[in-house]
Nanobody, 124 residues
Framework: QVQLVESGGGSVQAGGSLRLSCAAS????????MGWTRQVPGKEREFVAH????????YYAASVKGRFTISRDNAKNTVYLQMNRLKPEDTAVYYC?????????????????WGQGTQVTVSS
């Protein structure tokens, strides 16, 4: 099994920045593509950003493109999400996810393994 552990969430004012980290452990050889999703209570989980193992291709939801950056350190089995110019509507629980491979669905991706989530709160 693979375990994903997120860190770096917190509270910030609008316009501020946060950096989320996600460390993978266990059978990391069975995951390759990694990404981030988020969820607000009462709403469906929303795709945020994706990073492909092959070629390091990245893909972003339209709502975060130009403000968020996903990156990964393969030697550390860690993926990051740098979030800049945060808005109150970015407030959510952010989940790290992984799959081999991830499946393109609509304007996002689906994954097989999830972390426990980390809360991000942006105040106006």
């Amino acid at each position: 099994q693979v375990q994903l552990v997120e860190s770096g969430g917190g509270s910030v004012q609008a316009g501020g920045s946060l950096r989320l980290s996600c460390a993978a452990s266990g059978r990391t050889c069975i995951v390759s593509d990694m990404g981030w999703t988020r969820q607000v209570p009462g709403k469906e989980r929303e795709f945020v950003a994706h990073n492909s193992w092959i070629g390091g291709t990245t893909y972003y939801a339209a709502s975060v493109k130009g403000r968020f950056t996903i990156s990964r350190d393969n030697a550390k089995n860690t993926v990051y999400l740098q979030m800049n110019r945060l808005k109150p509507e970015d407030t959510a629980v952010y989940y790290c996810a992984a799959a081999r491979p991830a499946r393109r669905v609509g304007d996002g991706y689906e994954y097989d393994v999830w972390g426990q989530g980390t809360q991000v709160t942006v105040s106006s």
